[in-house]
Every structure is written in structure tokens, then in C-alpha cells.
């Protein structure tokens, strides 16, 4: 007996899985500003210890995307109109950012200048994490995007089998995905070459088949996950473990694993349901919908700022909370401006988004927030 996954509900916006980025953008932020040295002494230390797991967040992103994809998935769509969509929601605002990294490293920042023309273009053309060395070049935290890129090929052609596989076949998979996630960062060095567990494009995909998984459960009414109480607990003790062994091998991915794998599904039931949720207020959605320009621009303005000024020692805690503090609101700033003039804008002209009303906003809603993820930066 097959499982029946039907088409891509009507009233396909799920608010709160938008709200959720920007809650780990935040999270990505906090742990970016203990990397790139915005703190010194006591206050980084308790930063560290607030937000010292938010590479963490790489791994919700991942199956975000994989969740949501599966979620609007339509059985009609062909795979060039898929990877024309996909195109419009990344492509464009990748090549302003990776521009306005090279401005950035030929002005202030120049430790993130790219040398190599060759690892250049391969960032251009989102192949770059294939090759361990250039994992950060162009805009260094478009290395996922990389990522992204090569679960977009894969998807179209991982659905035929998921749209009609029986109950017990779609937790199988779920099942293998996540022995997957839980084995790859302790044995990938296994492998010939320098692969990385981090940022190497198919050491990532379990996370994403998770996500695609849990929504295929969930739209064949076959999941039978619990409710929300118990996704939120496991992913704060996930987290919280993580933060604690964050020089461990599964620090980035296995300890949060099985609270991501299930608050997704929880949250999306959660919102089908029309339960208020903080996460589905305004604020956050609007937020959500911009967290993918901010994570694109926060470490390239956060820099600028740090060469800028002073170095951080010089300045008190409240100083360079304020310093922080201006630079947060600058790239929100300028991902509100990147997120309106290019992201909306290339994705109404080249994957025909021009149209309105109420299940057009309502895709759009979900496909346009929250299927490109945010991850941090690896901690290598």
C-alpha cells in the first residue's frame, strides 16, 4: 500500500517555519560576532557560551530547505521549471553579495580578498565547496549556497520515488538520513581526498533528505511525530549539549539532528492547525522573509565595521555592545534594501511571479521565505 501524498496544500504558507529564520539568523549573528572579534575578555566568553553553537544553525537551514521543497512540491513541475525558480530565488542576490565582497576585500577587509581567479569563478558558479581549499571564496558564507545548489539538482529526481513510496519506505529513509548525518562527520576522513564534513556539498544532503522526508510524512498524513512541546525541548538540549562539546565531531549536526528532524514537521502541523504561534507574528515573518539577504550581508558589514574602528580591546563591554549593535542594524538595513530592489524583484521577472492574489501570496509566501537557507559559517 502507497502512501497517498497529496498535491501542495492550498493554504500552503507556513508563517512560522518563516519566523524560525530569523530566530537562528539571530542565533548566526550572536555567533558570528564571537568569530570576527567584536568582544573581548568576560563578555566574549559569555557570548561563547550563549551562542558558541550557532554554526548549529547550518543544519536547521538545510532541512528547512528540504522540508519546504518537498512541502509545495507540485507533481507537474518539470525539473527546468523547478531549477528556474530556484535560479530566481538565489542566483541574483549571490551575484551582488559575492560584488560587494570584492569591493569589501579591495577596501577594508582585504584577509577576505579571493586570490585565485579559478576559485572565483567556481564561487560565481556555485561549484566552489567541491574543492576543499576554496570553500570561502567570493562572499565567504556562500559556501552553502553551493550546497543548496546541488540539492536543487538532486530534488526533482529524488521526489519521483518520495511522491508515491509507502509509509514504512518514507521512515526508512528518514531513518537512514539520520544514521547518515550521525555518521559522516566521524568517518568521512575515511574517504580518499580532502573532504570536508563541514561545507562538502554531499556530506551535507542527509540534513536536506530529512527535511523532504518529514514534510512527505506530514502532507501523506502518515506522521506520527509528537507535538511541539517535545521538538522545542530536544532542540534547546541539542543545542545547549552542542554549545557545551563544540569541538566534538557531531557538534555541528548530530546533537540537534533529531529536535530539527522533528520541529519542523511539529510546527508545520502546528500552523495547519491555525494555533497562534510567536514565531507566525508579523514582526518575525517580516524578519524571515529577509533573513536570507541578511545572512548573505552580516559578516561582510560586520568586518567592514571591525576595520572601521579601534581595535575591540580599546572600547568597554557597553561600547562595543553599541558598536554591535549599529552593525546589526545596518545589515538589516541593507538586506531590507537587497531583499526588496533584487530578490522580490528577480524573482518576479525570471521565474514569472508577477501574478497575485490569494494562493499565488500564499506559495510565494512559503516558497519565497523559507526554502534558501542560512547557515553559519563552519568552525573548522
Request: proline share 8%; glycine share 8%.
Amino acid at each position: 500500500m502507497t502512501t497517498n501524498v497529496s498535491p501542495a496544500p492550498r493554504d500552503s504558507h507556513l508563517p512560522s517555519l518563516t519566523g524560525l529564520r530569523w530566530i537562528a539568523a539571530g542565533t548566526v549573528f550572536a555567533f558570528h560576532l564571537t568569530t570576527v572579534g567584536f568582544f573581548t575578555g568576560k563578555a566574549a566568553t559569555l557570548l561563547s557560551g550563549l551562542a558558541g553553537a550557532g554554526a548549529t544553525g547550518v543544519s536547521l537551514f538545510f532541512m528547512l530547505s528540504g522540508f519546504v521543497l518537498a512541502w509545495t512540491d507540485a507533481p507537474g513541475t518539470g525539473p527546468l521549471r523547478f531549477w528556474r525558480r530556484r535560479i530566481a530565488r538565489v542566483v541574483p542576490l549571490h551575484l551582488v553579495t559575492v560584488a560587494l565582497a570584492l569591493v569589501v576585500a579591495a577596501t577594508l577587509v582585504p584577509s577576505i580578498a579571493t586570490l585565485s581567479a579559478r576559485a572565483l569563478v567556481a564561487n560565481v558558479l556555485l561549484v566552489s565547496a567541491w574543492h576543499a581549499p576554496w570553500w570561502q571564496a567570493g562572499n565567504p558564507v556562500s559556501w552553502s549556497l553551493v550546497c543548496e545548489a546541488f540539492f536543487y539538482a538532486v530534488f526533482p529526481f529524488l521526489m519521483v520515488p518520495l511522491r508515491r513510496a509507502p509509509a514504512w519506505a518514507l521512515w526508512t529513509v528518514g531513518a537512514l538520513a539520520l544514521a547518515a548525518v550521525l555518521l559522516v562527520p566521524t568517518s568521512l576522513h575515511l574517504l580518499p581526498g580532502d573532504l570536508s564534513t563541514d561545507t562538502w556539498p554531499p556530506a551535507r544532503f542527509p540534513e536536506f533528505v530529512l527535511g523532504v522526508v518529514g514534510a512527505c510524512l506530514v502532507r501523506s498524513g502518515a506522521w506520527r511525530g509528537p507535538r511541539l512541546p517535545v521538538p522545542l525541548t530536544l532542540t534547546v538540549l541539542g543545542f545547549a549539549v552542542a554549545n557545551l562539546l563544540r569541538s566534538t565531531p557531531l557538534a555541528l549536526t548530530g546533537y540537534t539532528a533529531i529536535g530539527f528532524a522533528l520541529l519542523l514537521p511539529a510546527l508545520a502541523r502546528w500552523d495547519r492547525e491555525r494555533r497562534p504561534s510567536v514565531l507566525a507574528s508579523p514582526l518575525l515573518v517580516g524578519l524571515g522573509e529577509r533573513s536570507f539577504a541578511f545572512y548573505l550581508v552580516h559578516v561582510l558589514v560586520l568586518q567592514s565595521v571591525l576595520a572601521s574602528l579601534p581595535a575591540a580591546a580599546t572600547r568597554t563591554a557597553p561600547e562595543n555592545a553599541l558598536v554591535a549593535a549599529a552593525a546589526f542594524v545596518t545589515a538589516l538595513g541593507l538586506a531590507s534594501v537587497l531583499h526588496v530592489l533584487i530578490e522580490v524583484a528577480a524573482r518576479q521577472v525570471i521565474a514569472g511571479s508577477g501574478r497575485t492574489g490569494p494562493q499565488r501570496r500564499s506559495r510565494v509566501g512559503l516558497a519565497g521565505r523559507t526554502d534558501v537557507p542560512m547557515p553559519t559559517t563552519p568552525t573548522r
